[in-house]
């Protein structure tokens, strides 16, 4: 099974992908740790995409489908994998889908997970971490026991400057000019799921997990 988990900032893809993959065999595939598994092997790609990692740039597209496509090549991808961060563009998904046709393998499920822009905001702009251990709290839904405190380790509590309220607003609002079409990309090849992430995350899982089953 060969999954695409697509979602907006704050969606909480990263929760469910940790729970695919602890029912179904498949890895859970990251562009962030993709790229620095390929930068640690040392491969040519590895190498260039780590020129413009270094630089603070993007990495451009031919680099990332490159490094996608040795990935998934691998041997803990035999039956499947879930793509996470990726893609986000047509170009992208485009380009995807050649490199994959190329292996014999193609995207059978694309999974976005919708919650409204106003629960977004407020599940970001609350998200707070510890600067020690890194745990992740929020000021709103998952509150420390003593404020500014990490429970774990007795850390500071700090916020992302990209998580604050209006910056989140303009990070979501981008993503949604990006990923528009690529949702209708996925929704023209008849392969695009919607669910609603405006719930409990087992209630989100347990959607997730008959659209798995339904299509395996």
Do not use: W
Request: glycine share 8%.
């Amino acid at each position: 099974m060969n999954i695409i988990l697509m979602g907006p900032p704050g969606a909480g893809k990263g929760t469910q992908a940790e729970l695919i993959k602890a029912v179904y065999p498949i890895p859970h595939i990251s562009t962030g740790d993709m790229f620095r598994e390929s930068v640690a092997r040392g491969s040519d790609l590895g190498k260039e995409a780590k020129v413009y990692m270094d630089a603070g740039k993007l990495v451009p597209d031919e680099v990332t489908i490159g490094i996608i496509e040795e990935r998934i090549q691998q041997a803990d991808c035999r039956k499947g994998f879930l793509l996470d961060g990726f893609p986000r563009t047509v170009v992208q998904a485009e380009a995807l889908d050649r490199v994959i046709a190329k292996l014999d393998k193609k995207i059978e499920v694309a999974i976005n997970i919708s919650v409204p822009e106003k629960v977004l905001v407020d599940r970001i702009s609350g998200r707070v971490s510890c600067k020690n251990c890194k745990t992740m709290y929020n000021l709103k839904f998952n509150t420390p026991e003593q404020s500014g405190v990490c429970d774990k380790c007795g850390g500071e509590l700090i916020q992302r400057s990209d998580d604050k309220a209006e910056t989140v607003r303009n990070r979501l609002q981008v993503y949604m000019e990006q990923t528009t079409p690529v949702l209708n990309y996925y929704k023209k090849q008849d392969i695009l799921y919607n669910i609603d992430g405006n719930c409990q995350q087992e209630e989100v899982f347990k959607d997730i997990k008959k659209i798995i089953e339904s299509i395996k």
